[in-house]
Each structure stands twice: as structure tokens, then as C-alpha cells.
């Protein structure tokens, strides 16, 4: 079993839909990320969570540390959100475990 | 403020040969992770260079190896590569080793024939 798995593997929305991205783990972190990832290769840092929840425009992300869960929620979604969405978990330091993606298609 | 620089961002290579790849940090980040990512694998942690030295290492055979300089810059070294090899080398800066988000540079695309 992965430590880190996210669900769905892929989605596909309508322009303007709440699209929900979860993220489950199995050890005992320090901190959460929530990465973006677009054609081409780089990178973006969007959330580091360890407890609570952050906001950043349209951006929601949440971790519930009991249940070992997090979920990065998307509103008023636009096809230029259109990318992979990764989820990984820090056991210590900078020590990144790393979720398989969500490919998410926003369609106008 | 620039971003995280890597280089060179294409690399062809054969099997049995060596390569260095190098990340320049954001000014003043002090913290250079290395990862790697393949469509089989997805994104794994090769390593962690914090002032000059190693603090964490992933997974990875001892081919793999790498460094950090007085100026926080970091190169990766792979010897006597193999098929399995070829994937996207990320690196990714921070200003410490704690909770704190990274930095990604786009990537070394290497490629082993």
C-alpha cells in the first residue's frame, strides 16, 4: 500500500464546477503539500499545511491530522486550472513522499 | 528575485556514461532537495543539501550522488547510467530544513540512449 494516495486519478469538470481533490496517508507527518504541476514539467508550491485550513483566491485546502486526510478544493474552476495536482507528505525536514497526481481537465 | 535555476534543461546520454546536473538556489535559501520523476515511479526524493551538507537521502542506488557549495548551489551526479535512468530531475530550494514550502526550478529532462 502507497503511503500516500489521492483521489481520482483523473477528472474532468465543467468550467465553473467545485472540483474536490483528496488526499489520504498512512504515516506520521509533519507537514502537507499540495503541489501543481503543468504540462512541461514545473512545479508549483500551492498550500504547506499541518493543521487547519488555508485559503489562497480560489484556492481551499484542509487537513483533518486524526483522520489522516486532506482534501484541496477548487471553486469557480477555469480550464487555465487545468493541470496535475499533487499531494505529498513530509515525515521530517524536507523529506517529501509523494502522491501518484490527480490530472485534472477543466473544459470550457 | 529569480527563481530556481537548473541546469542544462536537455540532456541526451548513453547507458554507461556520467552526468552532473546543477540547481542554483533562490538567493539566500540555504536548503537544495533533489527529486526524480518518472511516468512509472512519479516524483521520488533522490536527496536533501543543507550548508554543505547531506541531510537526508532517499531510496536510491549509490550511483546517485550529490554536493552543495559555500553559495548554496547544488549539483547531482549519476555514474555509469542506465536505461532506467532517463525521468525529469527536479530541484527545489528552501530557507531551511523545517516545514517550509520548496521551490521548484523546471527540471532537467535527461534522456539515456
Known amino acids: 500500500k502507497n503511503e500516500v494516495e489521492q483521489s481520482p486519478q483523473n477528472l474532468t469538470a465543467q468550467e465553473g464546477e467545485f472540483i474536490t481533490i483528496n488526499c489520504s496517508y498512512s504515516v506520521g507527518i509533519s507537514a502537507l503539500h499540495w503541489l501543481q504541476q503543468h504540462p512541461g514539467g514545473g512545479i508549483v508550491s500551492l498550500f504547506m499545511l499541518s493543521s487547519g485550513k488555508k485559503k489562497h483566491g480560489r484556492l481551499i485546502a484542509t487537513i483533518n491530522i486524526q483522520e489522516k486526510h486532506s482534501s484541496l478544493h477548487i471553486t469557480a474552476s477555469h480550464p487555465r486550472d487545468s493541470a496535475v495536482y499533487i499531494c505529498a507528505v513530509a515525515e521530517y525536514g524536507n523529506k517529501l513522499v509523494f502522491g501518484a497526481g490527480t490530472i485534472l481537465r477543466v473544459k470550457s | 528575485k529569480a527563481g530556481v535555476t537548473q541546469t542544462p534543461r536537455y540532456l541526451i546520454k548513453t547507458r554507461g556514461q556520467q552526468v552532473t546536473l546543477s540547481c542554483s538556489p533562490i538567493?539566500?535559501?540555504?536548503?537544495v532537495s533533489w527529486y526524480q520523476q518518472t511516468p512509472g515511479q512519479g516524483l521520488q526524493f533522490l536527496f536533501e543539501y543543507f550548508s554543505e551538507t547531506q541531510r537526508n537521502k532517499g531510496n536510491f542506488p549509490g550511483r546517485f550522488s550529490g554536493r552543495q557549495f559555500s553559495n548554496s548551489r547544488s549539483e547531482m551526479n549519476v555514474s555509469t547510467l542506465e536505461l532506467g535512468d532517463s525521468a525529469l530531475y527536479l530541484c527545489?530550494?528552501?530557507?531551511?530544513?523545517?516545514?517550509?514550502?520548496?521551490?521548484f526550478g523546471d527540471g532537467t529532462r535527461l534522456s539515456i540512449l
Open positions: 527545489a530550494s528552501s530557507p531551511g530544513t523545517g516545514n517550509l514550502p520548496q521551490h
Open positions: 538567493s539566500g535559501h540555504r536548503s
